[in-house]
Structure formats: structure tokens, C-alpha cells
């Protein structure tokens, strides 16, 4: 399979709210002549308690727009069944796209690209702190975490800790 991935700049943003909310006006930005009046939100803010339920509605009917279908045992991950294998999975505003064609992916990642802002990541490099590597542009997948281990080190001053396998090295 094809592995790209996108991500959907400013999410939030991209979905209307169904309830009244109402805001102080933001400090620097409060009008003169009214400064006792509140704003009414159109669309989500990240912060907002809805904003993340609303975000997934908006996707969720964006990607059913364009003939996908979340699966049963998983709903972040959305499927597209024609005579290629379209598979999406979803992460809030990360999307790891995998398509059987080449040219089947282009539409697939067009068809985002019309109904929302994203940015186009080309072959996926790097997915929720795990690295994948591939031999070719359809071959074996390796994922691993090793910079994100060696982050972890670091940050924790583990590094010249005495390492051993997962979970635990049998000793016979």
C-alpha cells in the first residue's frame, strides 16, 4: 500500500457549533463602544468543551462525503471499498492514508483538500512518535520508536542505563 499522510491545519476551526457559546471579548481586542458585551461563537475553539466532539462530527461527515466508512471494531479508522484498498486512520487532525494505487491516493488526498485545509505530509515519515521506514515506495514497513526512546533517555538522564530486551530476558 501507498502511506501518506496529512494533517488538517487549524481542526477546530474547520467545525461550526450546534450550541449557543458565548465569550468575554479577548483582552486587546474589546470593542470601544461596547465593552460589556459578550460574542457569540459560530465555530469551535480549541479550549471549548465541544470543540473535539464537533471537530470528529465534521470530519466524520466530510470523509462519509467522499465514500468512506468508519469499521465497526474501530471507528478512527475509515474505510473505502471499490476495486482499490482506501483505508484512513484517523488522530484528532492526523490522517495516515493508505491506498492500494497510487492514483487512487492523489484523489483521495484531493478530495480532503477540497473540503478542508491540509497539509499534504507525502510519504509517511512519522506517525504519533513512531517512525516508519519503508524499502520502496510499496515495500516492507519497519516502524520502530527509537528516537522517541532515546528523547525519553535523555529527558529522564537514563542514558548509560544497562539496557535489556522486552519484556524480560529469559534466563535458562
Known amino acids: ?10 481542526a477546530y476551526l474547520n467545525s461550526e457549533l450546534t450550541d449557543n457559546v ?9 470593542d470601544e463602544n461596547n465593552p460589556g458585551k459578550v460574542l457569540k461563537l459560530k465555530r469551535a475553539l480549541y479550549g471549548l468543551k465541544q470543540s473535539g466532539r464537533q471537530w470528529n462530527l465534521t470530519l466524520d ?14 471507528p478512527c479508522l475509515y474505510q473505502r471499498k471499490n476495486s482499490h484498498i482506501n ?7 492526523d490522517l495516515l492514508i493508505a491506498c492500494s494505487d497510487l492514483d487512487e491516493l492523489n484523489l483521495v488526498k484531493s478530495q480532503i483538500s477540497e473540503r478542508l485545509p491540509a497539509v499534504d505530509k ?3 515519515k512519522h506517525f504519533l512518535s513512531i517512525e516508519i521506514e519503508r524499502k520502496g515506495d510499496i515495500g516492507e514497513i519497519a516502524i520502530h520508536q527509537v528516537k522517541y526512546k532515546r528523547e525519553l533517555s535523555q529527558q529522564y538522564k537514563m542514558e548509560e542505563c ?9 534466563k535458562f
Open 22 to 30: 458565548y465569550m468575554k471579548q479577548p483582552e486587546n481586542f474589546v
Open 87 to 93: 483505508l484512513i486512520a484517523v488522530y484528532v487532525d
Open 61 to 74: 461527515r466530510i470523509l462519509k462525503e467522499i465514500g468512506f466508512q468508519p469499521c465497526k471494531s474501530d
Open 122 to 124: 507525502v510519504p509517511a
Open 162 to 170: 544497562r539496557q535489556v530486551h522486552t519484556p524480560l530476558e529469559a
Open 1 to 10: 500500500l501507498h502511506l501518506h499522510q496529512m494533517d488538517v491545519a487549524t
